[in-house]
């Protein structure tokens, strides 16, 4: 029995279970490992852990992506995921807003263009 | 009479009063508009927000401190601004554990390098 | 009367009018305040300032923005602006080539390939 | 006689010829002595030293590449050139699954979704 | 039996023990999972891969180091682990010099300085 | 007779003779080609061209080392550089305040705090 695969796979599943299959699907051919390490590692160690909730890891989660930049991809499925866990589009655009006087506009931008982006398909 | 600058004293207070006394002191002869942005845009427009609560807002600043890196005086003044808005030592290194898949190692062993001496300080 | 606003949109008309409607169309349904910070905060408080010229202060954006990477749609604005405060076209490259030694090449091209669609677009 | 640039040309052609000429055709209009760089100064002086083989300095460029990001048109090249000297698609792979303690997962991911896309090309 | 942390455990010592003990040791009381993450993902999971031998996974890694700046300490362990599973100072510095037209002279002169100061520390 | 280190010499005597006699002397033995291509690339190549003057290559300097971050070192030479070549302090705070909108406040603090110790060593 692999508890920390098992772990993963259901925490992954409530952040954000189809981008889940779509990530998996993508690396299959090419590189699984790295699926099983997402699953095993950032989903199985890391998001299972206590001291945080979902809400707050997601919060988080996509501060970091907006910070580093060239993450468009892995904004999406958090920024899903982040409405998944229970934030509101309010809070993430908020989260953005508090990023201004530590990143600037630029990165800032960016992620509110992304998330314009999936609150309008989520509204379809 | 300028409330943003008012509202900025007051929010920079409930964040961190003794921090930014020193940095306001740091700029005096060099930059001090840099203070007064500082004051006005970063905690009197933005900290004072609405949406987020000052322990989200401090979640938000410590990530995007520790993703971007060069950034440990900053680092030290938003740790000891998380505790002091109610955060415990306990979610500041869980944060800091939530960026390990996004970000990697280096980082995240450089902030917990910056929050192991602001706790240690805060016990003398 | 909102004199920073005001200014604001004052100076962004100087540096790029056309790009300034679009980018505040773009966050009005979702991010307002994002553009009302972008018309107070950087044109209203800091293009006005005196110290540098709008040249330099295009200078200095084009090689922020093309240095910290993930900025294309920032670069497409601000290296018409240069062009639009007096920036020749060859200044504009030159100031890329500049950072060749502090950035390497990938950067460099980059920005360089946003110039030249730029740069073609203004000649039809 | 131009030492450094013959040098350049012939290391260019080593590591990979296409994407030599298309990158020298794209700059020839806007800034052909950038072009002169990555022959000279990249090629001629830097690949055709001594002391690491061209399939370690290819080893070094995409792991370099990887990191900072935003580079996903100088992967598609330098995968391509890794190949060309002789790593295999698995190596390749691996290096990127070796930046994963360092970097994180979104970086890597990119660099994998790239390469996906230079192996599937060189299947056709 | 927990082989991933064995397996961690004994790459480990394979690269540099001496400074996974003293990572170990300034983790342990503040975020002692983080040392078994280091342990178990990045030496169990992925250093002990196949595909690429540790001399080459050094040669990666201390150019991510590089690149990614502000990794001074962790620049310090892995040139000394590059030492240690066998590439040469030579080696080092020219995979740094290979970095520079990809990354520029700064972050490239920043590791040389730390490798100058590792080389030395081994002389005596 | 080498033209590019002999006009990469001039040029950066005229930028900071100091800083370059030191940087030259740190890399005498452990890696001199990298004094070699700073002195022949980046000043022989990049500074000697015409198209900006030297304030304005400068500008662009301090500029992209404030915003790549992790480069008190290199932006000490050339905050040196800039007042030598006839910038002033006025001038180069004014930029660092111009990257706020682009870099937010960590970075620009940064290198305030690089400036502020430069300025005070040139009046003892």
Same mark, same amino acid.
């Given at each position: 029995?692999?508890? &920390? ?13 189809? @981008?889940?299959? +779509? ?13 099983? /390490?997402?699953?095993? /590692?950032? /989903?199985? +160690?890391?998001?299972? &852990?206590?001291?945080? +909730?979902?809400?707050? &890891? ?36 908020? @989260? ?8 600037? /506009? ?6 509110? @263009? ?5 609150? @309008?398909?989520?509204?379809?």
């Amino acid at each position: 029995m692999n508890t &920390r695969l098992d772990t993963g796979k259901e925490m992954l599943k409530q952040v954000n279970g189809q @981008a889940a299959d +779509d990530v998996m699907k993508s690396l299959r051919d090419i590189a699984p490992d790295v699926g099983k /390490f997402i699953l095993e /590692f950032a /989903f199985g +160690d890391i998001y299972s &852990r206590s001291g945080l +909730d979902l809400k707050q &890891r997601e919060l988080v989660t996509i501060t970091s992506l907006l910070t580093q930049g060239d993450t468009e991809g892995q904004l999406k499925v958090h920024i899903q995921g982040s409405l998944h866990v229970g934030l509101t589009e309010k809070q993430i655009i908020e @989260a953005f807003i508090q990023c201004l006087p530590y990143v600037g /506009f630029p990165k800032v931008l960016n992620a509110i @263009a992304v998330a314009k982006d999936i609150f @309008a398909q989520n509204k379809n």
